[in-house]
């Protein structure tokens, strides 16, 4: 397997695969590279270099108890392009994944990015507080927290219902794809998930989002039920210098696997624009 070493001992998992530019896809909470598959083969056969990781906690990497935060989180990816020598890249994340890209090219992303891409994702931040007062409660948060720490088989099963929309009226449900959230999800360590939600609901990436000067592209389904579309994609695309935003109407979370077609189609454009 292709891992390297991070500073504190922690192995990040990886797959690197072909050549050309490179292609870095962020993973969301509580998954791994693979959820990527439906992009990582179709970029790779249109000439792409496509590397995913793991994030720490999550899959193939080390089950660290420590370090689950998007500061840690994004400096593990700057050891990565690092140690692959990534240049030209193209940052693709989605939700927690595409917080941990906007504070990656923020703060390490000089002379290495080219553009970024934020799908479905958790910035500018999720949380109700004084200075973001329609956020959501931290109640809901520490629900989730509590399902995972505590009840996480049966409650990671539950979430692939909302998650990818298969409880609206004519939803075609897949089985595998349930499956397959479930086992990224149940390989990962419960003490980086429980901790990671605190990372991608209270995270502020307002200042990260300003200070970004490469092109961004922002893709958010409206129906959106967990990361809701106008607390975040509609907020983030006005903070960037240089964005763009595609909204889809009826469109799940999980709308990279469940609408695979439609969202490469959106991202080849805007790579090669």
């Known amino acids: 397997?292709?891992?390297?070493?991070?500073?504190?001992?922690?192995?990040?998992?990886?797959?690197?695969?072909?050549?050309?530019?490179?292609?870095?896809?962020?993973?969301?909470?509580?998954?791994?590279?693979?959820?990527?598959?439906?992009?990582?083969?179709?970029?790779?056969?249109?000439?792409?270099?496509?590397?995913?990781?793991?994030?720490?906690?999550?899959?193939?990497?080390?089950?660290?108890?420590?370090?689950?935060?998007?500061?840690?989180?994004?400096?593990?990816v700057a050891e990565l392009a690092k140690a692959l020598d990534l240049k030209n890249a193209i940052h693709v994340g989605h939700s927690t994944g595409g917080g941990e890209v906007i504070r990656y090219v923020a703060k390490y992303g000089a002379g290495r990015v080219a553009k970024a891409v934020l799908i479905s994702a958790v910035t500018p931040t999720m949380a109700k507080t004084t200075?973001?007062?329609?956020?959501?409660?931290?109640?809901?948060?520490?629900?989730?927290?509590?399902?995972?720490?505590?009840?996480?088989?049966?409650?990671?099963?539950?979430?692939?219902?909302?998650?990818?929309?298969?409880n609206r009226d004519g939803a075609k449900i897949s089985q595998g794809i349930r499956d397959n959230w479930w086992r990224q999800g149940m390989m990962g360590s419960v003490k980086a998930h429980y901790d990671c939600v605190k990372a991608f609901s209270e995270t502020d990436f307002t200042e990260d989002l300003k200070a970004v000067d490469v092109p961004v592209l922002l893709l958010h389904g409206e129906d959106?039920?967990?990361?809701?579309?106008?607390?975040?994609?509609?907020?983030?695309?006005?903070?960037?210098?240089?964005?763009?935003?595609?909204?889809?109407?009826?469109?799940?979370?999980?709308?990279?696997?469940?609408?695979?077609?439609?969202?490469?189609?959106?991202?080849?454009?805007?790579i090669k624009s």
């Open 1 to 76: 397997m292709s891992k390297i070493t991070v500073k504190d001992g922690t192995e990040i998992y990886y797959k690197d695969w072909g050549t050309g530019q490179p292609i870095v896809f962020h993973h969301g909470w509580p998954l791994s590279g693979d959820d990527w598959d439906g992009q990582m083969m179709f970029f790779l056969q249109q000439g792409f270099r496509v590397i995913a990781h793991d994030r720490r906690g999550h899959g193939r990497s080390s089950q660290t108890d420590t370090g689950h935060d998007m500061d840690t989180y994004a400096a593990d």
């Open 131 to 166: 200075g973001n007062p329609d956020g959501i409660p931290l109640s809901i948060f520490d629900e989730i927290r509590q399902g995972t720490g505590f009840n996480r088989p049966q409650y990671f099963q539950d979430f692939t219902i909302p998650f990818y929309g298969y």
């Open 224 to 270: 959106d039920q967990i990361v809701p579309f106008h607390l975040t994609a509609v907020k983030a695309v006005k903070l960037v210098k240089n964005g763009k935003l595609i909204s889809y109407p009826g469109f799940p979370h999980g709308m990279p696997t469940t609408e695979a077609a439609t969202i490469n189609k959106d991202l080849l454009a805007f």
